[in-house]
């Protein structure tokens, strides 16, 4: 069974950062887009951003620009969601999702991933 963990979530003061990681077991993310979602209490589930497999990231939330960026180290078979300034507003549960492809689309459409992480709790209080 193909399967992503996630972990790096945690408690963080406004204004602070985390970096989430992706990793995979029993396949190599180098063939993967890996797209990031959130999901907030009382809300649905949204994209976040997604990197290509050649590392270029399509932004899906504009609320992140410029605060989080995505990068792979395919020596460690992980993908990495760096969060800072953090804000109460990105308080969630954050999934990572991989699809063998190598192009991020242009959507966050959640059917087109193939495997899902468990999820890492994201919260923002001072």
């Known amino acids: 069974q193909l399967q992503l963990v996630e972990s790096g979530g945690g408690l963080v003061q406004p204004g602070g950062s985390l970096r989430l990681s992706c990793a995979a077991s029993e396949f190599t993310l180098d063939y993967y887009v890996i797209g990031w979602f959130r999901q907030a209490p009382g809300r649905e589930r949204e994209g976040v951003l997604c990197i290509s497999v050649s590392g270029g990231s399509t932004y899906y939330a504009d609320s992140v620009k410029g605060r989080f960026t995505a990068s792979r180290d395919n020596a460690k078979n992980t993908v990495y969601l760096q969060m800072n300034s953090l804000e109460p507003e990105d308080i969630g549960i954050y999934y990572c999702?991989?699809?063998?492809?190598?192009?991020?689309?242009?959507?966050?459409?959640?059917?087109?991933?193939?495997?899902w992480g468990q999820g890492t709790q994201v919260t923002v209080s001072s």
């Open positions: 999702a991989a699809v063998r492809y190598n192009f991020c689309p242009e959507q966050a459409t959640e059917q087109w991933y193939d495997y």
